[in-house]
C-alpha cells in the first residue's frame, strides 16, 4: 500500500513538473514573421508580437509595456538593424544568443533598393539594402527553417512538435506560391507602376514586370522633376495601374493619376489590419496577389 502511494506520489511530482516548465519566451518584431513563428510554435507556446499598431518599424518608439517583453524574452527575432531602427539603441544591449537577425542569415536572397543612383545622398544613408525579404515566398521558407532550428536550440523537449509543424508550414507555403502564381500568370506581363519600392521581392517571386518606380523607398523625397518623369513614363508605357503604399496620401496619388488612365490601388506589405497569428502571412499575401490583380485586370 505504502509503495503504490510512494509510485503514485512519483508520478503526480513529476507530472507537476514537466506541466511547471516554464514557457519559451520568444518576441518578434512585425507581423508577417510572427505569423510563420505562432505556425512553428503551435500546441508549445505563443510568441509574443512587439510591433502590435500601425507604428512604421523604421520610427517606432518603444513604450514601458515592449521594453518589459524584450528583457524577459528568450529569444528576439527582428529584420536587421536598418529595417527596425527604432529598435537600435537597445538591440545593442542584447546579448546576441538571444537574438536572430534575419536579415544575415546568408542562403536568403537579399536585393539592394532599385534606382539608387537617381537618390541624392543625403536622402538615402544605411537603406541600401531592400529588407521586405517576407514577400518572397522561398525567403520565408529558409527563414522558417532558421527559427525552427533556433527553437530546438533553446527548448529542445519540444524538438519533434517543432519538427512538425515546420513540416505542416512548409507544405501550406509551397500551397500558396502555386496558388498566386496561378493566380497572376495571365496578368505577369502587364506594364504597372508602384509609388514606393516596396514589392521588389513579390515581383521577382512571381515573375512580374518590373514597375515603374516613383520613390525608391519609404520617406523618400519626391521632386517635381521626378513626378514628371514618372508620368510620362506611365504614359509611354500605357501603364493601367498604379500600386500605392497605406502610408500615401490622396493628394500623392492624385498628383500623379491626374491626366491618366491609370487605377490606383493600396497595398499593406505588413497586414496591420489583419489579425495576428498563424495565417496572418497567408492572408497577407493572398491580399497582395488580389490587390495586384484587381489592379492589373
Known amino acids: 500500500m505504502i509503495r503504490c502511494l510512494l509510485v503514485g506520489l512519483i508520478f503526480f511530482i513529476s507530472i507537476n513538473t514537466v506541466s511547471a516548465q516554464p514557457a519559451t519566451n520568444v518576441v518578434v518584431s512585425i507581423r508577417p514573421i510572427h505569423s510563420i513563428v505562432s505556425a512553428l510554435m503551435e500546441g508549445v507556446s505563443e510568441p509574443r ?57 546568408k542562403e536568403l536572397q537579399i536585393y539592394d533598393f532599385r534606382d539608387h543612383n537617381e537618390i541624392e545622398h543625403d536622402e538615402h ?50 500551397q500558396l506560391e502555386e496558388k498566386i502564381q496561378f493566380q497572376l500568370e495571365p496578368i505577369k506581363s502587364t506594364p504597372f507602376a508602384i509609388y514606393a519600392d516596396i514589392l521588389q521581392y513579390f515581383e521577382k517571386n512571381f515573375d512580374l514586370n518590373k514597375p515603374v518606380i516613383i520613390a525608391p523607398y519609404h520617406g523618400a ?3 517635381i522633376n521626378r513626378v514628371i518623369k514618372a508620368k510620362n513614363k506611365m504614359k509611354n508605357q500605357k501603364t493601367r495601374c498604379l500600386i500605392y503604399g497605406s502610408e500615401n496620401t490622396s493628394k500623392q496619388i492624385n498628383v500623379l493619376t491626374e ?22 502571412y497567408f492572408d497577407l499575401m493572398k491580399e497582395i496577389s488580389n490587390q495586384l490583380a484587381s489592379c492589373l485586370e
Open 221 to 223: 523625397r519626391l521632386s
Open 49 to 105: 508580437l512587439l510591433l502590435d499598431s500601425n507604428e512604421s518599424a523604421h520610427t517606432f518608439h518603444l513604450k514601458p509595456s515592449q521594453l518589459k517583453l524584450l528583457s524577459n524574452a528568450d529569444l528576439l527575432i527582428t529584420i536587421g538593424d536598418s529595417f527596425e531602427s527604432g529598435l537600435s539603441k537597445v538591440i545593442r544591449n542584447i546579448d546576441q544568443n538571444y537574438r536572430l537577425n534575419l536579415s544575415e542569415i
Open 125 to 174: 544613408d544605411e537603406h541600401d539594402k531592400d529588407l521586405h525579404l517576407w514577400l518572397d515566398v522561398g525567403n520565408v521558407q529558409i527563414i522558417a527553417e532558421k527559427i525552427k532550428q533556433k527553437l530546438i536550440e533553446i527548448n529542445p523537449s519540444n524538438k519533434e512538435k517543432y519538427n512538425t509543424n515546420y513540416l505542416e508550414l512548409k507544405s501550406k507555403l509551397n
Open 259 to 280: 491626366g491618366l488612365d491609370i487605377k490606383a490601388h493600396s497595398v499593406d506589405i505588413l497586414g496591420v489590419k489583419l489579425e495576428p497569428g498563424s495565417e496572418q
